[in-house]
């Protein structure tokens, strides 16, 4: 058997996280598999569906580094590949329900099932259609279209129970008598959901659906359709659902839920789809770090029932351990983009960038993180914590600084740019063993007149990447 899986979005909105996870697990099931994953667009919601959403979600799909074999911008051999394309292909399916009696034209008006449903909520029966018009004869059907009454396509429910295996949730059943004859295509000829998803995947020939777990419910009428129709019914995978920490499902007021979102923040796609892929999903090697385009074998058996929650916090770190295994001039490239017009990074040598990206990327999360961070090689501004201010109070820092303005004006004229590290620790040693200063007194004086700060990296680091101009104004503040 050759597998084959879809991604099939609405494109009433840029694409969720959770659909870009959905999309994920079927882009990584089909990969390890060797088959072919397919997207499909539900477009049939025609006053929400716009195509550009579906653009949109196909560029963010891209971005994310999920290509799809099959679908509407690439074609393939069992399109089209949009639902708003398809209806001449539902027809065909409903004419063939109709045609072996399995379906029947239901003309009860809105108000009627109103009416029906309120009388047997009052009994405390199920809500289930009461199947008024399921016996009508050829000729009161033929009667009451020509009489132009609108009808809806309903499908006879089977009375039985029906069961399947998921590959997360195990063995299912769905009791007799859970649903009753429910609509498969409204009267503007449009099909609702349950229906057309039977039909796209039967006709596409999909071998293996993996979605979240709310469509579990859905499953039961899909399964009666695939039965009606004589089809195979795919293997199922009902996946988590992902919920905010308030554990209710997620949405907006949780933050960011669209991937597009994230893209416009900077987030990397490959620590997105590293967060995601554990988000309801376990790495054999109990990894929390990786690629996923270089994971062993994805298999569906990895799968936890319970519901992801979504931590941003964490989101923020997998991105941060990304970031950090960039190539360096990737890095420095991607920082450049972020830093304003005129910064002085920009004007740095090649060397002194690679210096400062590796040295800054321990303490960045994105991209623009650094930004603040060069304030310890370009800034003048001065600290007010309490522990500078006692810094700046001893007797012993006035002499710390008479003495690097010394050997600052020194450097200057022989036209140095920067200082190395080694004529750094000849400063910290002279201040130590010339001019007797110890102890956090040495250390923490040291570094409040040359960064004008009480705390922060090592300084054998930080000066020599300082301007010897910077150092300069500093000392004389």
């Known amino acids: 058997m050759t597998v084959r899986v879809r991604f099939a979005p609405s494109p009433t909105g840029y694409l969720h996280i959770g659909g870009a996870r959905t999309a994920m697990y079927n882009y990584l099931f089909a990969k390890a598999m060797g088959g072919t994953y397919v997207l499909r667009i539900e477009d049939t919601d025609t006053d929400r569906s716009e195509r550009k959403f579906e653009e949109a979600q196909i560029e963010d799909l891209k971005w994310l580094g999920l290509p799809h074999n099959e679908g509407p911008d690439v074609g393939g051999d069992y399109g089209p590949y949009r639902q708003s394309e398809r209806l001449h292909i539902y027809k065909e399916w409903a004419d063939k329900l109709l045609k072996e009696k399995k379906a029947y034209p239901c003309f009860c008006t809105e108000a009627e099932l109103t009416a029906k ?35 809806v396509i309903r499908f006879k429910a089977p009375a039985k129970a029906y069961e399947f295996n998921d590959h997360v949730r195990g063995h299912v059943v769905f009791p007799e008598g859970m649903v009753g004859d429910f609509v498969i295509v409204r009267a503007n000829g449009i099909p609702v959901y349950n229906y057309a998803v039977v039909v796209d995947d039967a006709a596409m020939k999909i071998t293996h659906v993996i979605r979240a777990e709310e469509h579990l419910p859905n499953t039961l009428r899909q399964l009666m359709l695939y039965e ?16 905010g920490e308030d554990r209710q499902k997620l949405s907006k007021r949780h933050g960011a839920t669209s991937v597009r979102l994230y893209k416009e923040q900077n987030y990397l796609p490959s620590a997105m789809l590293n967060y995601l892929l554990l988000l309801g999903w376990s790495h054999p090697e109990e990894k929390d770090i990786f690629d996923i385009h270089e994971l062993p074998p994805f298999t569906l058996d990895r799968f936890t029932k319970s519901a992801a929650i979504y931590d941003i916090v964490k989101l923020n770190h997998i991105n941060g351990e990304h970031l950090r295994l960039l190539p360096t001039d990737t890095l420095i490239a991607e920082v450049e983009k972020v830093l304003p017009a005129g910064h002085p990074f920009l004007k740095m040598d090649h060397d002194w960038k690679v210096r400062c990206v590796t040295l800054s990327k321990e303490k960045m999360n994105f991209f623009n993180d650094i930004i603040p961070l060069l304030d310890l090689y370009f800034g003048s501004e001065v600290s007010t914590e309490a522990d500078y201010v006692e810094a700046r109070s001893w007797e012993t820092t006035p002499q710390i600084q008479a003495y690097l303005k010394g050997e600052i004006a020194k450097a200057k004229a022989e036209g140095k740019k920067f200082v190395t590290e080694a004529e750094y620790n000849e400063w910290s040693n002279h201040v130590k063993g010339e001019l007797k200063i110890k102890g956090k007194q040495l250390f923490m004086g040291i570094r409040a007149v040359l960064t004008l700060q009480a705390h922060g990296s090592d300084l054998k680091f930080i000066v020599p990447l300082t301007p010897i101009e910077v150092l300069e104004k500093r000392l004389s503040m």
């Open 117 to 151: 449903k309120e009388i047997a909520v009052a009994a405390k029966l199920a809500p289930h259609y009461d199947g008024t018009c399921r016996n009508l004869t050829d000729a009161e059907v033929e009667a009451k279209t020509k009489a132009g009454l609108e009808s």
């Open 228 to 243: 009606a129709f004589g089809e195979t019914p795919p293997e199922f995978t009902h996946v988590s659902l992902l919920i």
